[in-house]
């Protein structure tokens, strides 16, 4: 099977700045978590779908569930199917309003350092390997990696506007 054309190998410059990424993650969502008043974090403010609080939870549960699982079989299987994760309906279900947000934000931190010390360690020599992504098709690590950076920033840009709006 071949590589999707917009996955070319990335270079030693692009992996690094997307490790970093990833790795700052936490400290930047620790960081806009308190600057949000206590009050406010179950607040949606400008339109916001999500609450600071939903925000969080939303990042760990795709963090566990998705990019944890999608990088493991990924790494270890040949060709795996992965799944996508709808996150609205998991606010729904799990209530995230109802959550500590202290306790959701230790979770993805938690699990995200582990995500980023595995890339560190696997991701150069396997960037081409690949899986099957739901509606995506075929996908490569390296292509799951830019995905994780891209939906960090769009979460970190509505939490933003989130807190300059309250």
């Not at 990833?22 to 009050?39: F, V």
Request: proline share 4%; with cysteine; aromatic share 4%.
């Amino acid at each position: 099977m071949n590589t999707p054309a917009s996955d070319a190998k990335p270079t030693s410059a692009e992996l690094l700045a997307c490790l970093d990424a990833l790795q700052a993650m936490p400290d930047r969502l620790s960081a806009a978590a308190q600057r949000c008043p206590p009050l406010q974090r179950l607040e949606r403010h400008g339109g916001a779908l999500f609450s600071l609080t939903e925000q969080v939870c939303h990042l760990r549960d795709i963090e566990l569930e998705g990019y944890t699982l999608r990088i493991a079989r990924v790494l270890g299987e040949d060709l795996p199917e992965l799944q996508e994760i709808d996150g609205s309906t998991l606010a729904e279900t799990r209530r995230y309003q109802q959550q500590d947000l202290a306790l959701a934000l230790d979770l993805f931190c938690r699990q995200r350092r582990a995500n980023v010390a595995l890339l560190r360690d696997h991701l150069a020599g396997n960037t081409q390997r690949l899986g099957i992504f739901g509606g995506f098709g075929v996908v490569t690590l390296w292509s799951l990696v830019k995905g994780m950076v891209a939906h960090d920033a769009e979460h970190l840009g509505e939490i933003e506007a989130l807190l300059a709006s309250g």
